[in-house]
């Protein structure tokens, strides 16, 4: 053993399953950056994945740097320290409150962090410009994220209030929702939007997408009981149940509503069970786990057809399918948490009127933090360098003008540029 | 009676069609195709491999009208596809000698008008 040592404290067991959460949840966002191409126009194919591949990069170096000091170090009631910043002390040991070295938790945690950056991106996909993005992003994964997760997770006000949030309702589901909220008001709509029909390009990618966003959420809610113990089996198992009957009530609202079940719903259905579940996941019972998955469809279906009837362009529903449906699971927990199932606390129906009282808070608190910080975030922004591409390129395509590169290229036509110095040159 | 034939920017295919619907010019046929026609070339990059896209993505309206519709379509067109940069493409009008509806019969003048519902 080192001085860091693998002690007696590290369960390694719940330290496999974490490894294996970890790279769960990290595939998630190339998932979603597939789920969100297959909703735009084929020619913003790339530049709407490149902004989930993007927060791959910028968010893991600010979460490195010090997004997760400032999520997780004790701090105050509202903001982490800088005790972890630059990873100083994160090291074999294990987290506090976990069996797992601290290290991997930030991994684990950083995961978090990256695909809820990269949510946001479904608001303003099809007009923004890629580089103010990823400078939002990295502002956004400080200013925002470890801010709400600190509050349920890192010893903030909510947790210290007893505010139940198992995989991110608040710091994730709802942060992401409103944020984009914010972001399609800060950034104003396609010209398109409201004239013409923007359809999906490829049902198929947003099928596939949210298949693997499936997958990849039994490592976001069944790894964060932080262990292969009670909470985070009956997590995993509730990831199952919850969006499977999403799914089912999806297809009858789609019968009943439009005459036909329709795929694209489908994949939304399976986001939008997936994100009710996440924050009741370690909490409830698997019976109520399925009542809410059934019942998280309603608002999140109505606001899908509700919203292109506006003039809010908040393009692929974030709000509707991440902030609606993680509102209606924080506070679902707080009417049916049980004690026998989660050990930790009592909802209304079982006699603890007090935890749907700090679900409620959380569900106002969350939401404003984070439609507030992320409007001004672009505003400010928006004032050092334009938000949007000018009206050609948006109409050329983000693919070709912001990357020079196309998702869907023939090749017919192109003539290869020959770099100057490989030209060949008659010898004497 | 002349072929209309358009060659218009993508972007620009939906106004197209309203301006046409406006202008009364019900029967046509849209393809896709690629093109060239004096606009700058795109340069784009895979993996190190710069390329020049020569070709541009493009649609082509084909529309079969009597004599008295043609300054209109070509309005309609122009109207539809302009935005005053390089690339807004061509139009190109030609004697069409013969037409023919086939669930009718009905020949040239009568094959090109739309029928009344």
Known sequence: MNALGTGANINTGDTAWMLVATALVLMMTPALGLFYAGLVRAKNTLNTFMMSIGALGVVTVTWALVGYSLAFDKGNGVIGGFKFAL???????????????????????????????????????????????????????????PVLAHWVWGGGWLQHHGTLDFAGGVPVEMASGFSAFAAAMAVGARKDYGRQALLPHNAVYALLGAGLLWFGWFGFNGGSGYSTGHPGVLAFTNTLLAPACTLVVWFILDLTFGGRVTAIGAATAIIVGCVAITPAGGFVSPIWAMVLGGLAALPSYAMIVWRPRTRLDETLDVLAAHGLAGLTGILFIGFVAQHSWNGVSNGLLYGNARQLGWQAVAALAGPAYAFTVTFVLLKVIGLVTPLRVPEGQEALGLDVAQHGEEAYTSGEGAILVVPEEHVPVAQP | MKLVIGIVRPERANNVLEALYRADVRGLSMSRVQGHGGELDRVETYRGTT????????????????????????????????????????????????????????KDTLAVTPVEP
């Open chain 1, 87 to 145: 990873l100083h002390d994160v090291t074999f040991t294990p987290r506090a409150g976990t069996a797992i070295p601290h290290l991997l938790f930030m991994a684990f945690e950083a995961a978090f962090c990256i695909i809820t950056a990269a949510l946001v991106s479904g608001a303003v996909v099809e007009r923004m410009r890629f580089g103010p993005f990823l400078v939002f992003m990295g502002l956004w994964s400080l200013l925002v994220y």
């Open chain 2, 51 to 106: 390329v020049k896209m020569e070709l541009s993505e493009k649609v082509r309206f084909e529309i079969a009208v009597s004599d008295p519709f043609v300054e209109a379509t070509i309005d309609a067109l122009c109207e539809g596809a302009r935005t005053g940069e390089v690339g807004d493409g061509k139009i190109f009008v030609v004697p069409l000698e013969r037409a023919v509806r086939i669930r009718t019969g009905e």
